[in-house]
């Protein structure tokens, strides 16, 4: 599978953006999927996963209420809606599909694989 995450920009604190996350090869429906995040000489962080469903779903505690990930698999696409932004949420945006089975406790990038290019969001205050 490659990814190619979408729909990054500039936006004021308490604005919106929605990241989008598209398949060029492969199919993403058979998978659960995440989002991660990596600031600027920070480590590379869990933001939210989806199980290949959508029934399923985890979020950082940093952006519960905030974000809202969710996935149209007909269009072979994930999603990342993020509310009421934050200069703290500035980061590239990264998808990547879960290793496994759905697990709603997988955080580490670890767990994770097929990464795509990341997509920049910078949140200004």
């Known amino acids: 599978v490659q990814l190619q995450a979408s729909g990054g920009g500039l936006v004021q604190a308490g604005g919106s953006l929605r990241l989008s996350c598209a398949a060029s090869?492969?199919?993403?429906?058979?998978?659960?999927m995440g989002w991660f995040r990596q600031a600027l000489g920070k480590e590379r962080e869990f933001v939210a996963a989806?199980?290949?469903?959508?029934?399923?779903?985890d979020y950082a505690d940093s952006v519960k209420g905030r974000f809202t990930i969710s996935r149209d698999n007909v269009k072979n696409t994930l999603y990342l809606q993020m509310n009421s932004l934050k200069p703290e949420d500035t980061a590239v945006y990264y998808c990547a599909v879960q290793a496994g089975i759905w697990n709603n406790n997988a955080r580490k990038p670890g767990d994770y694989h097929s990464w795509g290019q990341g997509t920049q969001v910078t949140v200004s205050s």
């Open positions: 989806i199980s290949w469903s959508g029934s399923g779903t």
């Open positions: 090869e492969g199919t993403l429906s058979a998978y659960a």
